[in-house]
Nanobody
Framework: QVQLVESGGGLVQPGGSLTLSCAASGSVFSRNTMNWFRQAPGKGRELVAGITPGGNTNYADSVKGRFTVSRDNAKNTVYLQMNDLKPDDTAVYYC????????WGQGTQVTVSS
């Protein structure tokens, strides 16, 4: 059983920054790919960023140059550093862990508004 707990969301003004964290339970974290998804109101879920066990990363075009994903295997935690936030970044952000299935966290709300 895997549990993922996101934190760090909130309200921020355009141009501001937030760092999301996702803590994973269990012993599988270091061996598996972690992804961040988001879902804006009225839209489907979008893959935002991912990081492999070896640290290779990928990003959606919409966040390249503004978001950075990282992981600390010793803490079983993945991070999403978000800079220069825009109103279009407003969404619920979810982390996932990929094993033989996809495990989802409960999500954390990010609202970008003046």
């Amino acid at each position: 059983q895997v549990q993922l707990v996101e934190s760090g969301g909130g309200l921020v003004q355009p141009g501001g920054s937030l760092t999301l964290s996702c803590a994973a339970s269990g012993s599988v974290f270091s061996r598996n790919t972690m992804n961040w998804f988001r879902q804006a109101p009225g839209k489907g879920r979008e893959l935002v960023a991912g990081i492999t066990p070896g640290g290779n990363t990928n990003y959606a075009d919409s966040v390249k140059g503004r978001f950075t994903v990282s992981r600390d295997n010793a803490k079983n935690t993945v991070y999403l550093q978000m800079n220069d936030l825009k109103p279009d970044d407003t969404a619920v952000y979810y982390c996932t862990l990929l094993t033989s299935r996809v495990w989802w966290g409960q999500g954390t709300q990010v609202t970008v508004s003046s």
